[in-house]
């Protein structure tokens, strides 16, 4: 059974939460509906109908939203003077264990959605968190607490309480952390005195950046929700209305204003967990061989991933996005990266690897492929060849790329490899003297050379006329000594 | 010397393209060492003091003698590297007021410096920072200054200090706008000295306090360099951007020292008291020595007697440079205008152009703002090492950027204030040779005024500068940002010197708008924006245009200028001078701010006719005060450039009219207007004038007020703006517009009004205590031959302040 088949399943139930038992979201879910103050009547019913007009075998665990944590702001407890919070459980099916996206040591009780509601847009310090969500997976569920700030004065215990449910071991995942939810509350946390570094972090704007950033309109999350996971909000609040509402709620004392912005934060949560359901699943399969285009989900909605930059997810350890410590490091990973107690299931370096390869050879070779693409699929193989010492598979790609897409820096290694591998110094003259007839003729037409640095890879330093020059005068210096 | 010397038309090659002369790098300061310099200026004073013709045109020559170095020791205690590094560079003593500096500061005493141009300024502020930071290497300092481009040569001057850290070591990190944002956390994280602006602090630095935490926690120093510069409205922003500074900075636990330095104004110890609100050790005993000066005011012989014109300020700027070029002696041109510096600059070259001998091996630059940061760099490079000899600047080289030392410097016109003038003149003197400034008049009546009475140009103390850090716009915009930058407890002092007057009216007001929540006995920011974003401390913009050369498929940015210049100065057609080559301009873009400009040869260059236009939105009230009807309300002050002169290289005819069609600059602000209703006192006294009179007396007294009202309105001159009209088209009277030159407005124009009495009776008493006979720049201003007004306007313009107000 597919981890589509089975999330189709579920029909999400929420529960009461541990720390913050709900009445309400006991009862049934239409019941607790007519607690919302500002429930549209589409919301109400549920979701089978929405899913009428999309992609009929698309899971449905997007309709968590059908249950009373997003009726109304109910079952929040005090927990401290000017702070509450609630915590909403969600059921999920078993979830497939699949370990190619966060690396392999990283236990999924580690993790920890992260999203922020704050009284403004921008950054600095008057830009404080009114409402925080932690989301953690509890034994097959999705547990989310919410912490409200209810004024100003309260900021030092919603801080303090944070301390106590944030460990720095917790893999903190998020949708733009590292710019915003981690380091504002890490700026929080400095005006108070405290040291909160954040050091573990995975931020899936990243990676989705990376995957799908020519593939979907924009990368806000809400786009991703709708145009990638095919996810439509039963009720939604745009996000930037959320601080108007706050402030709203601070001059009323009416925790019913906070409704819509509750309701949407929970979503922004559950999306996120989503989003990384996706991006594992993604790449899961991708590892395991599947077509790239049956990997489009749902189908019919967005195109397919990247498959560059899904070959090179798969290729290499780096994750963007992930921030932290030892995980990113290839021998960690390289060694089995085994977490203790949880098994291993899904985790085959090698397939992964050889899948990667796959779909990047592909891209290098596929005429109808932008040319950046293809240039930067194979400059990321050849060096990986050239790093295992496989020259003659490096010296393809790079005779592929220098000579089909004229490519700088793949002339360059390409020379290297004759230098230095082969012993052919005169041919890796002859490369280079070429490009630097080429560049020239360039300049003379009126055109620059537009081999700036564009792909911020190491490996297009020493591309410069200044730097061809040099390679071509050592080499020409070689050809007389006689070195060959 | 005959004027056939320097006669025009012998480029051998197109004068406009960009070589049309030629720039060796080869030609080094050796050709021309100290000793020739100073018997070369010497021979060429000694030849103008004996040319009749040069003679007879100056209206004054002043010889000021050189002076003796007054020296004190390295301090004991300086740390070994910091004195091999001033070793290094030829110092081991210091001048006494450098001494004095270190000593004050080390004492923890807050000091402003004032000294001239090129008397060690730099090491005053240097020195003890450099020193503590070596003591205590997590000591922190924080330099200001008010342009990019002082910040990048400052940054340029402590990096050959501290050798790049090899010598001294320690990190010194430039922090502004042009920071890379990769660069901006390590500068936060390791610079030891960090150099940045007053608009940085205020919209970067403070209200992302948290990541400066390292930082502002240990900073020890706070350097304010040209804090002459903080005057009127932009000085009383400073003050309010200090007040913050501290108030972060004590939360952090920090309480800096405030090093600031001045050019000479008549007030700099009051001004950097009101800036800092402390008590400031005022050190202005210079000790640096100088050698003999000679100042010279010239006034152009006549061409035409009878009608009274005279040769024009650049053409004579350009023989006098060139006189001195010749000797080698290093030269310093500056011009009034952008325009005006590109062609002094192309006159010279061109009088130069030579390819037999290099250009004489001369080598002579222009110089402004909109080049791009690089040019400008080789330029100041090229100056102090002496590859360059001459250089035609704007009031760009007038602030504290370092050029080395010059000999000459020429002044093509009154740049408008007695400390310009003092600012430009010193950029020629050494500590040992001799030096001369000339200020060659233009034909504007204030220059005539300066060179016809040379006592009053070398009386005159230089002007003061207000602030008014309380105005109650200004300070609320403040403590929008001090709120979003920490809660501000009920009661706190915000302000440094006790709690600002206005403060509780601001706050109650801005928790009424909804901007603050005063909650649990502290108000906290409660609006979604970032205040800072919204505030500029300066009335210009800070967008600009980029100015894109695409000739023959090329697509290179040569340079940038500011967005309502670029509308004066680059209009489509318009011709573009940039360092000796002539573009023409293709497209103006101001939508995508660029400009688009091709080489070009056209023999003519190009001058907007600016049109000022001044329109009443709405009235807000209309009363009697002071013998006149007064409104105040809202204005639209609009500036167009319509139309655009076509002006022949050299001969400076006019041959030629464009058309311009470009979306007017405005300004939306507030104006208080006096309206001289023939009804009222002051409106009669008008009335009595003849006709032909009224105008220039309202304008007059327009000057008038713009010169008194600064001291009871605490801004600077620049910030009111004056228009006159004899009949308004909306209030169809005489009047004079007094108009507040800050976009929105900042409350001068209600000010004025409130304190109207007052100002009329100083401005009154003034022009009766003047002791100038028909008019001066201090009073009603000087004669101009132009206006239909009395031989005296100072006795029409008493006549009838006399009658208004008796």
Known sequence: MSLHERLRAIRARPRPGSAAPDPVSTSEPASAASHSAVRSDQGSEPATERAVGVATNYPTLERVPADAALAGPVGFTQLAPFVQSRVVTYALPALEDWRYFIPADIGRSELVFLDLETTGLGGGAGNMAFLVGLGRLVSNSLEIEQVLLQDYPGEPELLAYLETRLSPMDWVMSYNGINFDCALLRDRFAMSGQHRAFERQFDLLYPVRSLYRRRLSNCSLSTVEAELLGVQRPVDLPGAWAPERYFQYLRQGDIHILGEVCAHHMQDIYG??????????????????????????????????????????????????????????????????????????????????????????????????????????????????????????AYDVFRYLYAELSDRAAGVELSKILEHRLGRLGDAAEIVRAMLRRSQSGRNRGYRSNHKDSTGSQIRAGTSTEALRHRLARLERKITRGES | MGEAEFADGVAPVAPTRRHFYFRSSAVHGTIFPDMKTRDGLQAVLTQLEQDKDFAAAVTRWEHIPAREGSYADI??????????SLSTRGIDRLYTHQRQAYDAVRAGHNVVVVTPTASG????????????????????????????????????????????GRRVPIKIATYDGDTPQSL??????????????????????????????????????????EIHTYRGV?????????????????????????????????????????????????????????????????????????????????????????????????TIVFARSRVRT?????????????????????????????YLPTERRAIERGLRDGSIQGVVSTNALELGIDIGGLDAAILA???????????????????????????????????????????????????AAYIDPDNPYILTDHLKCAVFELPLRAGEDYAGAGRAEGTDAALTYLEEEGVLRFTGGAYYWADRSYPAEQISLRSATADNVVIVDTTGGRHEVIGETDRPSAKEL???????????????????????????????????????????????????????????????????????????????????????????????????????????????????????????????????????????????????????????????PHFELPCLYLYDNYPGGIGLAEAFLERMPEILAAASSLVHGCSCAEGCPSCVGPRNPEEEIDASPKAAVLSLLDAWLA
């Open chain 2, 342 to 370: 590109e062609l002094i600059a192309s006159y010279i070259n061109k009088s130069l152009a030579n390819v037999y001998n290099e250009n004489q091996r001369i080598r002579v630059e222009s110089y402004r703002g909109g």
């Open chain 2, 184 to 225: 901006r956390a390590s500068a936060r994280d390791t610079g030891q000295i960090i150099i940045s602006n007053p608009d940085m602090l205020h919209s970067g630095i403070l209200p992302n306090h948290p990541r400066w935490i390292k930082f502002l926690g240990a900073l020890r120093y706070v350097v304010i360099d």
């Open chain 2, 234 to 330: 932009f000085g009383s922003h400073m003050t309010n951007v200090i007040r913050r500074l501290r108030r972060i900075a004590q939360f952090y636990g920090a309480d800096p020292v405030f090093i600031c330095c001045s050019a000479t104004i008549a007030n700099p110890g009051k001004l950097a008291e009101s800036i800092l609100e402390r008590p400031v050790e005022l050190i202005d005993n210079n000790g640096a020595p100088a050698g003999e000066k000679h100042l010279i005011l010239y006034n152009p012989p006549f061409v035409d007697r009878v009608q009274g014109i005279r040769r024009g300020a650049v053409h004579e700027s350009r023989r006098l440079a060139l006189r001195f070029l010749k000797g080698g002696i290093k």
């Open chain 2, 75 to 84: 301090p004991v205690e300086m740390h070994s590297a910091l004195r091999e």
């Open chain 2, 413 to 463: 016109g009154f740049p408008g204030s007695i400390a310009s003038s003092l600012q430009q003149a010193g950029r020629a003197g050494r500590s040992q040779s001799v030096s001369v400034a000339v200020l060659i008049a233009s034909a504007a009546p204030l220059d005539q005024y300066m060179v016809g009475n040379p006592e009053y140009f070398l009386g005159r103390t230089p002007e």
């Open chain 2, 570 to 728: 680059l209009f489509d057609n318009a011709i573009y001078l940039h360092r000796g080559t002539q573009y023409v301009v293709k497209q103006l873009d101001l939508a995508n701010r660029r400009c688009y400009v091709e080489e070009s040869d056209a023999g003519y260059y190009t001058d907007a006719v600016v049109k000022r236009d001044l329109k009443v939105l709405h009235v807000d009230e209309r009363r009697a005060l002071c013998g006149v009807e007064t409104s105040l309300g809202d204005v639209l002050v609009r500036m167009q450039v319509a139309k655009f002169k076509k002006i022949r290289f050299q001969t400076h005819e006019n041959v030629g009219y464009g058309e311009i069609s470009l979306p007017e600059e405005e300004m939306h602000t507030r104006a208080a207007t006096l309206l001289f209703d023939p009804t009222t006192v002051g409106g009669a006294a008008l009335a009595a004038l003849p006709p032909e009179f009224r105008m220039p007396a309202v304008a007059r007294i327009g000057g008038l007020i713009k010169n008194v009202a600064p001291v009871f309105l605490l801004c600077d001159h620049q910030d009111i703006g004056v228009a006159e009209r004899l009949r308004d």
């Open chain 2, 121 to 164: 300024k730099t090491l005053c502020y240097n020195l003890p920072v450099l020193q503590r930071i070596l003591e205590e290497p997590d000591a922190r300092a924080l330099y200001l200054f008010p342009t990019k481009a002082l910040s990048q040569d400052q940054q340029a001057e402590l990096n050959t200090v501290v050798d790049g």
């Open chain 1, 272 to 393: 996120l967990f989503l989003l990384w359901v996706h991006l594992e699943e993604l790449c899961g399969r991708a590892a395991q061989g599947e077509r790239l285009d049956s990997l489009a989900a749902p189908a019919g909605y967005v195109a397919p991933a990247d498959p560059v930059a899904l070959g090179r997810l798969l290729f290499s350890e780096r994750r963007p996005g992930l921030r932290g410590a030892s995980h990113e490091l290839p021998e960690y990973v390289a060694n089995g990266g085994s977490h203790s107690g949880e098994p291993v299931v899904h985790y085959d370096n090698a397939s992964a690897r050889s899948q990667g390869e796959v779909l990047l050879r592909k891209a290098v070779y596929d005429r109808n492929i932008y040319s950046a693409e293809r240039r930067e699929a194979g400059l990321e193989l050849g060096r990986y060849y050239n790093s295992c010492g496989s020259w003659s598979e």
